[in-house]
């Protein structure tokens, strides 16, 4: 009870400097204090005394580096701040009661700190009515209610571990102490991530574009602000969360791309990649659609390879959404396709991720995968006579099951050829050229034939004819 009066007490203060109006608080992001960090490797900072042995057993178990830590009233945090290409973002577990104090002071020291994004519901989830649909994205909950939960002791879910139903009921339980908190924390916003309870799996694609889509929104909308990014099962999903959102932020860069994993551990913990690391074609595919959904906001025109990608998956999305019409040549319609394009990342990344194949097409590789993410060069398939494979010589209709089409590398990258092929004349070309020690080549062009397009259906049955050589 005494943690709990004195943090309303705290807060009653707060609340005469209100910090909704910079001006009559006398604090804005521009004027206010550094965030202060440990900065120094320690391997036993100085905790607060109720937190010192959980603090000290989590730096060990996670391999934390301690020099960017947070340093509140002379006391070592669990919050970290990470800096990636520019962005700040504080990360860390979920507060426990016996840091509810250093985190309120942080939050009231530090109005830059402008948002906590909780990665995972269950802090302050609410039942759902019968009925009411599932939606994948963030909540917004009362800043108040949040660090009264966390300051009421023996509250019920205080430990990372505690189960939904506690903190509901803690949520839902009436406190004359919340309301007198709002106020002081009224800069602060609290939002929930409903769509990543299963702590122990991978985390899925479209998860993490909306999770870090909605950090990254937050910051476009607050520059300057600063987004606490936490979660109640460690510390690795938030810097997954976060990666994605300066991902968003930065338009796909492709150079912090391949930072990511490395600078999180160097700043973070040793497994702080991990969720990075296990998702990474997730990442490659956020990297992309924000390289494209950029493209599509600047003015002008962008590179031909880019253009050609977005207009294979507007025609293919276009095709599947019924009714949805997005005319993209103008500027205006450019931008909406851009809205488009990141409200569907579960529709457009497997496109993305295929190269923008044809509806009912697969490729069958004959060596190792090559990354699809740049997109296919289909050459036109008119023909002014019927189809004649080029091998055999024989008519081959295209409808035909053992129909295939050569999918070769070459400078422009993969091109998909426009004629037809029967299985078994190439498949007895490919023998051949793995007798002679040879790639299997286009009979046309020469480049070296990697993959065959063929129909998504006889892919396993085609593939055994492939196999029975070895590589």
């Avoid at 020291?109 to 599932?134: K, L, N, S, Y």
């Avoid at 009421?152 to 102490?177: E, F, H, T, W």
């Avoid at 990511?260 to 991990?274: F, N, P």
Wanted: one cysteine or more; hydrophobic letters at 40%.
């Amino acid at each position: 009870m005494a943690t709990r009066s004195t943090m309303a007490a705290d807060w009653k203060r707060a609340t005469s400097h209100d910090l909704r109006d910079p001006v009559a608080s006398g604090q804005s992001a521009a004027v206010a204090p550094p965030i202060s960090l440990w900065e120094c490797d320690d391997p036993t900072p100085d905790w607060s005394v109720p937190l010192r042995e959980t603090a000290q057993a989590w730096v060990e178990r996670y391999g934390v580096k301690t020099a960017k830590l947070i340093r509140v009233d002379g006391e070592c945090t669990r919050f970290g701040l990470l800096e990636l290409d520019g962005y700040r973002f504080i990360v860390g577990p979920t507060a426990t009661p016996a840091e509810a104090r250093s985190l309120t002071h942080m939050l009231k020291t530090h109005p830059q700190i402008g948002a906590i994004f909780c990665v995972e519901p269950g802090t302050m989830q609410q039942p759902r009515d019968d009925g009411e649909p599932e939606v994948t994205g963030y909540r917004e909950r009362p800043i108040g209610a949040y660090i009264t939960r966390l300051a009421r002791s023996g509250g019920g879910c205080g430990a990372p571990d505690a189960g939904m139903n506690a903190c509901a009921n803690a949520a839902r339980r009436p406190s004359a102490a919340s309301n007198r908190l709002d106020g002081g924390l009224s800069h602060v916003q609290f939002m929930e991530f409903d769509g990543m309870e299963r702590f122990d799996t991978q985390i899925d694609g479209a998860a993490l574009w909306r999770s870090g889509k909605g950090v990254a929104d937050f910051m476009r909308q607050h520059p300057g602000k600063i987004p606490l990014v936490c979660s109640e099962r460690g510390i690795a999903r938030p810097c997954a969360v976060i990666a994605s959102a300066v991902l968003q932020l930065r338009g796909g860069d492709a150079r912090l791309r391949s930072l990511l994993a490395h600078e999180v551990v160097q700043q973070r913990a040793e497994a702080s990649d991990h969720h990075i690391n296990v998702a990474a074609r997730s990442f490659d595919l956020i990297a992309e659609l924000s390289r494209l959904t950029t493209m599509l906001r600047e003015p002008g025109r962008g590179e031909t390879r880019a253009e050609r990608r977005v207009h294979i998956l507007r025609q293919q999305l276009m095709g599947k959404d019924h009714g949805v019409k997005i005319g993209w040549q103008s500027r205006e319609g450019r931008r909406r396709l851009a809205d488009y394009l990141e409200a569907n990342f579960e529709k457009a990344s497997p496109l993305l991720a295929s190269g923008g194949l044809p509806p009912g097409t697969a490729m069958l590789w004959l060596r190792d995968e090559l990354d699809m993410l740049n997109g296919i060069r289909f050459l036109s398939p008119a023909y002014i006579d019927g189809h004649t494979d080029r091998i055999s010589q024989e008519a081959i209709a295209v409808e035909d099951p053992n129909a295939v089409r050569l999918v070769s590398f070459d400078d422009y990258g993969l091109t998909c050829d426009n004629k037809y092929y029967d299985v078994s004349s190439v498949a007895g070309w490919y023998r051949h050229c793995l007798g002679a020690s040879k790639p299997l080549s286009n009979p046309v062009s020469r480049a070296p034939v990697v993959a065959l397009l063929v129909k998504a259906a006889e892919k396993s049955r085609l593939e055994a004819q492939f196999r029975r050589w070895p590589v």
